[in-house]
Nanobody
Framework: EVQLVESGGGLVQPGGSLRLSCAAS????????IGWFRRAPGKEREGISC????????YYADSVRGRFTISFDSAKRTVYLQMNSLKVEDTAVYYC?????????????????WGQGTQVTVSS
């Protein structure tokens, strides 16, 4: 059974940084893609980044490009999302989920494997 557990959220001031972690387990292959999604109150879910387990094909949505960096530690089977220059509008619950595809210019739909997410609140 595939499981992903997010951690690292918290309260940070605008302009601050956080690093989210996503511990993955249960995959029967070494080749899979993990995406980060977020849902803010009153807004639709947004896919913001993804990467293959090989560390290739990083995708970023326009809303986070240049501020967020995704990385993958294959030994730990953990995906990280380094978030810098955080804005109030980045406030949301963040989820990591396996996705059907991940290329530099696009991210596929998520599989229905959702964890609890981790809350990120950006506020002064």
């Amino acid at each position: 059974e595939v499981q992903l557990v997010e951690s690292g959220g918290g309260l940070v001031q605008p302009g601050g940084s956080l690093r989210l972690s996503c511990a993955a387990s249960g995959f029967t292959t070494d080749h899979y893609a993990i995406g980060w999604f977020r849902r803010a109150p009153g807004k639709e879910r947004e896919g913001i980044s993804c990467m293959f387990s090989t560390g290739t094909s990083a995708y970023y949505a326009d809303s986070v490009r240049g501020r967020f960096t995704i990385s993958f530690d294959s030994a730990k089977r953990t995906v990280y999302l380094q978030m810098n220059s955080l804005k109030v509008e980045d406030t949301a619950v963040y989820y990591c989920v396996p996705v059907r595809l991940c290329f530099d210019h696009t991210m596929g739909a998520p599989y229905d494997v959702w964890g609890q997410g981790t809350q990120v609140t950006v506020s002064s």
